[in-house]
């Protein structure tokens, strides 16, 4: 990649955008990954009855 080519690579990184999408809220991503872990954690537990 020649140097100018990398020049609006380089704006964009500096600057911070792109990457990011304002429409995924951290904490919905976080209670939804919580909650898909809680339900396996609870399925593992209701079928393991080897104890």
């Known amino acids: 990649m020649s140097t100018a080519a990398a ?3 380089l ?3 500096a600057e911070g955008e ?3 999408h304002d429409s995924l809220s951290p ?3 976080g209670g939804a990954g919580l909650f898909i ?5 609870f399925i593992t ?3 393991n009855r080897d104890r």
């Open 7 to 9: 020049l609006p690579v």
């Open 45 to 47: 537990t209701r079928f």
């Open 27 to 29: 904490y919905l991503t």
């Open 18 to 20: 792109g990457g990011n």
């Open 11 to 13: 704006n964009l990184i």
């Open 37 to 41: 872990l809680l339900l396996l954690l």
